[in-house]
């Protein structure tokens, strides 16, 4: 990866990481969570994952896909769960298992680190497997042969 856009990424990571973007609506229960609380929470499991990755195989993720992980988990479930009104116990339980294993069967480049890219393949591989995907956020659990 370029080192520039690698020191981007590492920026926007750290700036996404402060507060997720929470709307107001019509409808929408109170919330106990706030932008800054998921975000919190979502960078923090990408962080211990990133961590453990390195104890085990020398290299972590690249910035890239730790900005994918965040942005994803924070973005497309954390806060329509908060929006929803939804007990964020599971989320935290969830996130856990989702990103280790989004995390540890995600393929390394040639440097020896996870991209984005790999992010989104190990995804895709592992999407009936993921705890959060019991939520059904998207409709039913999809069941690939």
């Known amino acids: 990866m370029d080192e520039e ?3 981007i990424y590492d920026e ?3 700036g996404w990481s402060e507060e997720a973007y929470v709307p107001e609506f019509a409808g929408a229960p109170e919330r106990a ?3 800054s609380d998921l975000s919190n929470r979502v960078s923090s499991v990408v962080g211990e994952a990133d ?3 390195m104890q085990k195989r020398k290299h972590g993720l690249r910035s890239d896909a730790k900005a994918l992980l965040l942005l994803n988990f924070t973005n497309m479930v954390a806060v329509p769960l908060a929006l929803h009104g939804d007990d964020l116990w599971y989320l935290d339980e969830g996130l856990h298992h989702d990103v280790d294993l989004i995390v540890q069967t ?3 480049d040639k440097e020896g680190r996870i991209s984005a890219h790999a992010i989104l393949d190990a995804l ?3 999407w ?3 705890k959060l995907g019991d939520i059904s956020l998207w409709g039913a659990k999809p069941q690939y042969e």
């Open 128 to 130: 009936s497997n993921l």
């Open 5 to 7: 856009y690698e020191r």
């Open 124 to 126: 895709t591989e592992n």
């Open 12 to 14: 926007l990571y750290v």
């Open 51 to 53: 961590r453990r990755l």
């Open 33 to 35: 969570s706030t932008g």
């Open 106 to 108: 995600a393929n390394p």
